[in-house]
């Protein structure tokens, strides 16, 4: 089976740093991916990792460790419209991903 | 270029009721996976469809079922429905057989209420 654990919620000022840890167990691994989630709203996809390493997008930066089952979401220059549910996710073949229960950020001015 | 659409967007039913929720992909899309997502909790994956073919199946009972039509709409269907089955059922589309994270787009999800 697959499991992904990550914090419930988290909250940040705005203009701070904030890093969201996601833990793994999968029987197979393609990559770890992330998502945001606007109350209401659909996921919007925001980062995948295949490899180890660091990907930045912008404000937002990913890493991935396999040998750890680690990763984290990094989000720089925080601002309220970055309070949201993000969701970390283990995809596997046949349009089926793994999604963790998701973090609640919230953004305080 | 028109996102997934999901409709109805909101649908209030009771216990005992049937349901039927539809999909329709990204134009040229032709996989279409369902989710389920109630409160607080991650997405629950359904079933995964493409070119008409169920591929994938996850731990759901039997009164989830679903079909995925020639042009790639796609519906879910849940029988007998029960108040723990009220959540937001979420149907992404992409591209390709083998599409990766990137290439899968959300809709907007119907959001079921069971009284």
């Known amino acids: 089976g697959q499991s992904l654990e990550q914090p419930s919620e988290v909250t940040a000022v705005e203009g701070a740093i904030v890093q969201i840890n996601c833990t793994y167990q999968t029987s197979g691994f393609y990559g770890l991916s992330w998502y945001q989630q606007h109350d209401g709203g659909a996921p919007t996809f925001l980062s995948y990792n295949a490899l180890d390493g660091l990907e930045e997008t912008g404000r937002f930066s990913s890493f991935l460790s396999r040998s750890d089952s680690y990763g984290y979401l990094l989000l720089q220059e925080l601002q309220m419209k970055d309070s949201a549910s993000y969701f970390c996710a283990v995809p596997s073949l046949a349009g089926k991903s793994t999604f963790g229960d998701g973090t609640t950020l919230t953004v305080k001015p | 270029k028109a996102g997934v659409t999901q409709t109805p967007r909101y649908l209030i039913k009771t216990r005992g009721q049937q349901v039927t929720l539809s999909c329709s992909p990204i134009s040229g899309h032709r996989s279409v996976s369902w989710y389920q997502q109630t409160p607080g909790q991650g997405l629950q994956f359904l079933f995964e469809?493409?070119?008409?073919?169920?591929?994938n199946k996850g731990n759901f009972p039997g009164r989830f079922s679903g079909r995925q039509f020639s042009n790639s709409r796609s519906e879910m269907n849940v029988s007998t429905l029960e108040l723990g089955d009220s959540a937001l059922y979420l149907c992404a589309s992409s591209l390709r057989q083998l599409a990766g994270p990137e290439d899968q787009y959300f809709g907007p999800g119907t959001r079921l209420l069971v009284l």
């Open positions: 469809y493409f070119s008409e073919t169920q591929r």
